[in-house]
């Protein structure tokens, strides 16, 4: 069984910094990608940024591209989110997810994955 467990999500100040973890059991990051979503109230869940399992490679969603960084440790089971310059409109619950058939390549405009984590909340605000 695929498992994903976020953690990481605070309440920090506009301009501020968080690691959001992703601790992922039942299979090897070397076989799935991982996608970061986040959902705030009335909108729609959006892909924030997702990692592939055999390449690695990264995607990034525009509204966070050059302010988030997509990451894993293989030996830990964890992928990271690095989110700097923080701003109320990145205020949401934020998802991790499995997909096997992001093992070379992964996008960010869709919302299918194999298996979801619980969310952690990520609350910018003054």
């Known amino acids: 069984q695929l498992q994903l467990v976020e953690s990481g999500g605070a309440v920090v100040q506009p301009g501020g910094s968080l690691r959001l973890s992703c601790v992922v059991s039942g299979f090897t990051l070397d076989d799935y990608g991982i996608g970061w979503f986040r959902q705030a109230p009335g909108k729609e869940r959006e892909g924030v940024s997702c990692?592939?399992?055999?390449?690695?490679?990264?995607n990034y969603a525009d509204s966070v591209k050059g302010r988030f960084t997509i990451s894993r440790n293989i030996a830990k089971n964890t992928v990271y989110l690095q989110m700097n310059s923080l701003q109320p409109e990145d205020t949401a619950v934020y998802y991790c997810?499995?997909?096997?058939?992001?093992?070379?390549?992964?996008?960010?405009?869709?919302?299918?994955?194999?298996?979801w984590g619980q969310g952690t909340q990520v609350t910018v605000s003054s």
């Open positions: 997810a499995a997909r096997q058939t992001f093992q070379y390549i992964c996008f960010v405009g869709g919302t299918y994955m194999d298996a």
């Open positions: 990692i592939s399992g055999s390449a690695g490679t990264t």
